[in-house]
């Protein structure tokens, strides 16, 4: 059974931090793996992606501020937010590509207050 769990999203003042994180299970051949997110409103966006090698590709709107990483023995990615901004607010989506098909995430909320 295929799963993609995301978790770390929350509340959080302007300038502070949070660690999201994706879980894959049920899903072999992964390659690319990738944040995206959607604000109320809005369409849903590229945050961060990362190879299966580690190439990492960054949004211009976090770049310097998120780190993007993933463990690929246990097929977990993670997104490292800094300096948050109350604009860096949205359900923040992981996304896992094969060669064959991608899966979505459930999302998590991420809520930045001023």
């Known amino acids: 059974q295929v799963q993609l769990v995301e978790s770390g999203g929350g509340l959080v003042q302007a300038g502070g931090s949070l660690r999201l994180s994706c879980v894959a299970s049920g899903i072999s051949g992964i390659n690319a793996m990738g944040w995206y997110r959607q604000a109320p409103g809005k369409q849903r966006e590229l945050v961060a992606t990362?190879?299966?090698?580690?190439?990492?590709n960054y949004a211009d709107s976090v770049k310097g501020r998120g780190t993007i990483s993933r463990d690929n023995a246990k097929n977990t990615m993670y997104l490292q937010m800094n300096s948050l901004k109350p604009e860096d607010t949205a359900v923040y989506y992981c996304k896992v590509t094969t060669p064959w098909r991608a899966w979505w995430g459930q999302g998590t909320q991420v809520t930045v207050s001023s």
């Open positions: 990362i190879t299966s090698g580690g190439n990492a």
